[in-house]
């Protein structure tokens, strides 16, 4: 494992939207102190099995999206003192070589000061979303995917700005079941806010810019 800065090299970053060089590590060989060393340039860096990967900052639509999981989700659970809710940029560190940026994510009151300290969130949220981008690669996502399951994340949520759908998924012995696929006229309930339905259509509702 390298962390020695004298011994960095460039690092071509993997892209999910495009390359870009780092020092750093060689790919696979990334850890949590490598990810807190990268610059603060607008950009959303993560690890995933040691290796660095990159997004450029999202689409409004996508923002809008998220702002919605806010306003349904992460706000009334926090009013009724359900739990905390996050979004990116932010660290959730899943293991010394997995450190990603959900775009929105929760977690229950009784589990908050156990993950949230030192600035970081440090195990598996309750529920974490993600939306995705037309740069999005789908081996990439598989990754991803993956390794909230490895991680434990108990209930994992995929939106699709492109088809208005939502997939949503449970984890039973360590991986994702197939995912619930829910459409704009439907309404999801998660079995971590169980009083809080989500309405498909809600999300995307009222956006003044839906280009993906």
């Excluded at 659970?77 to 359900?82: D, E, K, S, T």
């Excluded at 940029?89 to 030192?118: K, M, N, T």
């Amino acid at each position: 494992m390298t962390t020695d800065t004298a011994e960095a090299v460039e690092t071509l970053v993997s892209p999910i939207l495009m390359d870009h060089a780092l020092k750093g590590p060689p790919q696979g060989r990334w850890v949590v102190v490598n990810w807190e060393r990268l610059p603060a340039d607008g950009n959303r860096y993560e690890i995933i099995d040691g290796k660095l990967y990159m997004t450029t900052a999202p689409s409004t639509f996508h923002q809008w999206i998220v702002g919605a999981f806010i306003e349904q989700l992460g706000v009334p659970a926090r009013q009724r003192g359900l739990g905390i809710w996050l979004t990116a940029p932010i660290g959730v560190l899943l293991s010394q070589h997995d450190a990603v940026q959900p775009d929105f994510l929760f977690i229950r009151a009784e589990r908050v000061a156990e993950l949230v300290r030192d600035r970081r969130v440090r195990g598996a949220p309750d529920l974490v979303v993600e939306v995705l981008s037309p740069g999005n690669n789908p081996e990439e996502m598989a990754k991803k995917r993956a390794l909230y399951a490895r991680g434990g994340v108990p209930e994992y949520i995929e939106v699709d700005p492109g088809a208005r759908t939502l997939a949503h998924s449970f984890l039973a012995d360590g991986v994702y079941g197939e995912p619930i696929v829910y459409g704009e006229a439907q309404t999801v309930h998660l079995a971590c806010l169980p009083a809080l339905p989500l309405q498909v259509a809600a999300l995307f509702a009222g956006a003044p810019d839906t280009t993906l």
